[in-house]
Nanobody, 123 residues
Framework: QVQLTESGGGLVRAGASLRLACAASGLTVNQNVMGWFRQFPGTDRELVAAITGSEGKVYYADFVEGRFTISRDNAENTVYLQMNGLKSEDTAVYYC????????????????WGQGTQVTVSS
């Protein structure tokens, strides 16, 4: 049974930081592609950042602009998204997702999704 549980969202001021966590069970994070996505109301989910399994290669959306860092703690089997310099435009529900392998940018190819965590940034 694969389960992804997000945490760490909240309400913060512009310029503040948050660290999101995705705790995984039923899979090993360093053997899969792990992605963070965001979703605005009424829109499709879009990739924020991803990290691949064997290589540990990272990918970021252009709007990240160097502000976010994806990482993983293999001992805890958890993937993190450190978000610094948050903007009001970052307000969204953030989801963790996984797939075994493949292009990290293809949203529809991810197999399992968490329930999401709300990030709200006030300007």
């Amino acid at each position: 049974q694969v389960q992804l549980t997000e945490s760490g969202g909240g309400l913060v001021r512009a310029g503040a930081s948050l660290r999101l966590a995705c705790a995984a069970s039923g899979l090993t994070v360093n053997q899969n592609v792990m992605g963070w996505f965001r979703q605005f109301p009424g829109t499709d989910r879009e990739l924020v950042a991803a990290i691949t399994g064997s290589e540990g290669k990272v990918y970021y959306a252009d709007f990240v602009e160097g502000r976010f860092t994806i990482s993983r703690d293999n001992a805890e089997n958890t993937v993190y998204l450190q978000m610094n310099g948050l903007k009001s435009e970052d307000t969204a529900v953030y989801y963790c997702a996984t797939k075994y392998a493949g292009n990290p940018y293809y949203t529809k190819t991810y197999d399992h999704w968490g329930q999401g965590t709300q990030v709200t940034v006030s300007s």
